[in-house]
């Protein structure tokens, strides 16, 4: 069974202060893993797609990694506007369902 | 682009009534659509995937008679629930795959269902 562990699950930064956030999966097959941003009351945004282990993509702040066990989310220098939950999903390469985390919420104080 | 609406952005409806849920892609034709659920402080549960023209497939422990899905175009899909309940109160969000390009999931912005 497809599963998804996202850490830590709340993180709380100062701003400029750089930092990561973890997900780790298990899937049998990977077609791809996906970061979305949620803010409060919004469904969520879509930031990345990663496809196979060692690529990366930035996104201003953003950047995403991926290895055979797990993908970071890097936020350098975060300003308050970061602030969000990031939530973490895996597509299997048999289907289209994803399947979540229960995501990293993150707060950056001014 | 990747445009995804839903309508309404809020409900509030009586016990024994049911309300229907529109989801539309705005700017692309989609091959896939999703319904969730989100409970507060927790992540989306998939309910169903429909495609167009062919009957939804429903995960296991969701009421198909009960969350009623149209896909009706490629640019529309409908959630009805039927009877609401108060425990059917919940956010709940769709998702479209574009039919030309990648695999990710556009989300809407989602519905707020409260049922009294």
């Known amino acids: 069974e497809d599963q998804v562990t996202q850490s830590p699950e709340a993180l709380r930064l100062q701003e400029g202060e750089s930092s990561s956030l973890n997900c780790s999966y298990t899937v049998s097959g990977l077609r791809g893993l996906f970061w979305y941003r949620q803010d409060p009351g919004k469904g969520p945004e879509f930031l990345f797609t990663?496809?196979?282990a060692g690529e990366e993509k930035e996104k201003e702040r953003l950047k995403a990694t991926l290895t055979k066990k797990e993908s970071f989310l890097h936020i350098t220098a975060p300003k308050p506007e970061d602030s969000a939950t990031y939530l973490c999903a895996i597509q299997e390469t048999s289907g289209s369902r994803l399947t979540f985390g229960e995501g990293t919420q993150l707060t950056v104080n001014p | 682009g990747a445009v995804v609406s839903q309508h309404p952005s809020r409900v509030i409806c009586k016990s024994g009534t049911s309300v229907k849920i529109e989801c539309r892609s705005l700017?692309?034709?989609?091959?896939?659509m999703f319904w969730y659920r989100q409970f507060p402080k927790k992540s989306l549960m998939l309910m169903a995937t429909?495609?167009?023209?062919?009957?939804?497939?429903?995960e296991q422990g969701v009421e198909k008679d009960k969350f009623l899905i149209n896909h009706a175009s490629l640019t529309l899909s409908t959630l009805t629930v039927t009877s609401a309940h108060p425990e059917d109160s919940s956010f709940y969000i769709c998702?479209?795959?574009?039919?030309?390009?990648?695999?990710?999931?556009?989300f809407g912005p989602g519905t707020r269902l409260t049922v009294t």
């Open positions: 700017d692309f034709q989609a091959t896939t």
């Open positions: 998702s479209a795959t574009p039919l030309a390009g990648g695999h990710e999931q556009y």
């Open positions: 429909s495609n167009e023209g062919s009957k939804a497939t429903y």
């Open positions: 990663l496809y196979s």
